[in-house]
T-cell receptor, first 111, second 114 residues
């Protein structure tokens, strides 16, 4: 079973829409959780960390449900510039601090 | 700061050839790692280092060697290239290797093995 599973999409949404991505992780010992953004043929960049209490950064809201081993990312008022692939990432400190990446969810925001 | 730099950007090899992918960072980060990204697989960890002189294997280490003689540099060596090593390779670094540290990625090396 994969460490991290994401719906690959693609999600095609109009500008201004709200879109949600989900991610599940298999190992309950996972310590830290992140969403990274990857533009076409570029390197991944940190979008936001995900905290147990949930956290918000502008139009982006991340939620963590440890009991269900589930992470989500909500994007409100989508912009054209949000078009990218969103990677769900988890980390287990006691395995050499290895980060495990999902395969990514592709988002295209349409004018 | 240049951040994390990787060379070359593109490379084509023939089966059996060897080469070294270069990675350098100027942020004085202790933790560095190499990933490969393949369609439908996500990024997978090849090798990582928690400081100069210390390296360890990740999820997919076979066919690759690393060394870390300085804090700044973390080269990845392909010993005898195989078509299965065709991939995009990313180097990453983070400050202290804590699970909460942000990873900074280089721009990637696109490798094709014929």
């Amino acid at each position: 079973r994969k460490e991290v599973e994401q719906d690959p999409g693609p999600f095609n949404v109009p500008e201004g829409a709200t879109v949600a991505f989900n991610c599940t992780y298999s190992n309950s010992a996972s310590q830290s959780f992140f969403w990274y953004r990857q533009d076409c043929r570029k390197e991944p960049k940190l979008l936001m960390s995900v905290y147990s209490s949930g956290n918000e950064d502008g139009r982006f809201t991340a939620q963590l449900n440890r009991a269900s081993q589930y992470i989500s990312l909500l994007i409100r008022d989508s912009k054209l510039s949000d078009s990218a692939t969103y990677l769900c990432v988890v980390n287990r400190l006691y395995t050499g601090n290895q980060f495990y990446f999902g395969t990514g969810t592709s988002l295209t925001v349409i004018p | 700061n240049a951040g994390v730099t990787q060379t070359p950007k593109f490379q084509v090899l023939k089966t059996g050839q060897s080469m070294t992918l270069q990675c350098a960072q100027d942020m004085n980060h202790e933790y560095m790692s190499w990933y490969r990204q393949d369609p439908g697989m996500g990024l997978r960890l090849i090798h990582y280092s928690v400081g100069a002189g210390i390296t360890d294997q990740g999820e997919v280490p076979n066919g690759y060697n690393v060394s870390r003689s300085t804090t700044e540099d973390f080269p990845l060596r392909l010993l005898s290239a195989a078509p299965s090593q065709t991939s995009v390779y990313f180097c990453a670094s983070s400050y202290g290797g804590l699970s909460t540290d942000t990873q900074y990625f280089g721009p990637g090396t696109r490798l094709t093995v014929l």
